[in-house]
């Protein structure tokens, strides 16, 4: 029986079995062909927001509070 799945890998640990399955010759695993669309919050927002200092950050803070008042 010869059968194709496609699966989401989570956390290293899964990949890591998968790995051990194929070198005892019970599975085959492929490079993807087809990328994935990845729409997770955190890959959406990752490198829009440039590196500031803690001093730059509070400064910005406070010209937002005083804004408020």
């Known amino acids: ?4 799945i496609t699966i989401d890998i989570v956390d290293e640990k899964a ?3 998968l790995k051990n399955l194929e070198s005892l010759n ?4 492929h490079q993807a062909t087809i990328p994935i669309k990845d729409t997770s ?3 959406l927002l990752r490198g829009k927001m440039t590196k500031q200092s803690p001093e730059e ?3 910005q803070f ?3 509070r005083g804004s408020w008042s």
């Open 1 to 4: 029986m010869q059968q194709t």
């Open 15 to 17: 990949l890591d079995l």
């Open 26 to 29: 019970l599975i085959r695993l």
């Open 41 to 43: 919050a955190i890959r």
């Open 57 to 59: 950050i509070e400064r």
């Open 62 to 64: 406070k010209e937002l």
